[in-house]
């Protein structure tokens, strides 16, 4: 058992540890909170999953930059609250363990420990997170996503791809061909044939969608998409919203890096525009919320206005096809290798993610020309 306390005080937190407990449901990295005596405040220690950021120096490079490049805009504006509206990073106490300090005297916000990988935050008070959203919330979210990529348009840092070709959907595709290829978990060829021909039932609808669903890629070589500064993982559950419902900050940074404005748009609606959870068996319940996409847009095209551009624009029913796609590939290529990405609570999970994910993608892409026209109608 790693001790965490241990870890803890290797940052230069305020206050006595207390306690620490399990927080959240991500699926990649493993977080607590850090509850602290007295007046200090409580923080978030998170093990940073190096098996999927292999380069932790760059991750966490681009988050510094990411966190310090808002909070001056927050501060040019005279923000109140600034430590509720961007997340702080507490560096190692001079006696920590340190990682190798590549090119910076910055001190470092992370450490290695044990072969792990590890980082600290101050914890929000007050804040709140959801795993669903009304249409007003939506609206909100919107405009809080635009406003993030607005606000990093202008970053002086060159940012890295954390995961390299993240939203690729050129790579995700050949990831499941290989999948399939070297069917490590021998489910394609299981003794029950019906789940096999679900399977394959699954692969032969992805075939065909897929060249329609690597438009991005094919527009970005034709140099009429440029990759911007993006959150890519803008799930509902990773803003935080205040006791009003107002939006407080974006969180999860650890996949903000260069990638097509789509992956916020597009994921957003994944999970937001799904009236049930990703990973929710209830198929029939699986269904594109137009009321949910029209009040994010409205928000989105409202807070991206300073610098989107018409094929941007007119492709954001495109995206929000895109990503229930992408996912649905991702979590069956995992499902066809033998569960070793995502984290799993039974065996067929991730092909009950796989369904539902086919389902919504269904349901959005029968709804395109109701999106395009929507997007028509606010000039
Ligand atoms: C992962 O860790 P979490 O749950 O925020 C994944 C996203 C997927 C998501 C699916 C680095 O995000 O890309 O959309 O699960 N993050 C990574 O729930 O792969
Ligand atoms: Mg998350």
New binding site residues.
Partial sequence: MTDLKKIVELFAIEGEVKEIKPL?N?LINDTYKVVTEGGAPDYVLQRINNAIFTDVDLLQGNIEAVTRHIRKKLEAEGAEDIDRKVLRFIPLRSEGEKVEVLMSEKPKTYCLEDGKFWRVSVFINDAYTYETVNPEYSEYAGEAFGNFEAMLADIPDTLGETIPDFHNMELRLRQLVEAVREDRAGRLHADDKTENQELHRILEDIDKYGVQMCKAEQLHREGKLPKRICHC?T?V??MMFDEDGKILCVI?LDTVMPSYVFSDFGDFLRTAANPVAEDSPELDKVDFDMEIFKAFTRGYLKGTKPFLSPIERENLPYAACLFPFMQAVRFFADYIGGDTYYKIKYPEHNLVRTRNQMKLFHSALGKVPEMTSFIESIR
């Fill in positions: 959240g991500g993982d799930k559950n990773n999860d």
